[in-house]
């Protein structure tokens, strides 16, 4: 199943600019969620970028590890969900498939996975959701 999302934010900075050495970035995001699955994801990503930099915006290549905390609807049931992500953000593209490891509410018993997909100017999240 596909929802689209849009990124309302994404607030990015060194984890510490005094050490130059330790290369990594956090960034705290926000998801708008359109579809079966609707509301709003947190997400914590710490970036390691591979021979480029956050100056290069979409063109830039960086490892990510992350946790995305989700809170609204899926299929008209209330609750929330924390994923793990881990993979890799290429020249506007991310891969970085999530894995979900607590849901709560009415979404206690959810399970599964996504992953992302972009075409074009559409953000898309592909689920394999179950109860």
């Known amino acids: ?13 060194p ?11 956090i960034a705290h995001v926000e998801y708008d969620i359109e579809g079966e699955l609707n509301g709003k994801a947190f997400v914590e990503y710490l970036l390691y970028y591979v021979e480029s930099s956050v100056d290069d915006g979409h063109l830039a290549t960086s490892k990510i590890s992350g946790f995305l905390h989700f809170e609204g609807t899926y299929k008209g049931k209330k609750g929330t969900f924390t994923a ?4 890799i953000f290429d020249k506007g593209n991310l891969d970085s498939p999530g894995t979900i490891i607590k849901a709560t509410g009415d ?3 959810l399970k599964g996975s996504y992953y992302y997909k ?7 999240m592909i689920l394999d959701f179950n109860f």
Request: charged residues 30%; negative net charge; without cysteine.
């Open 118 to 124: 972009f075409t074009g100017q559409t953000s898309k």
């Open 15 to 25: 984890v510490d600019d005094s050490r130059k050495d330790f290369p990594i970035n």
């Open 84 to 87: 793990i992500e881990q993979g």
């Open 107 to 109: 979404l206690e018993s």
């Open 1 to 13: 199943m596909e929802v689209t999302f849009t990124v309302s934010k994404w607030a990015e900075k």
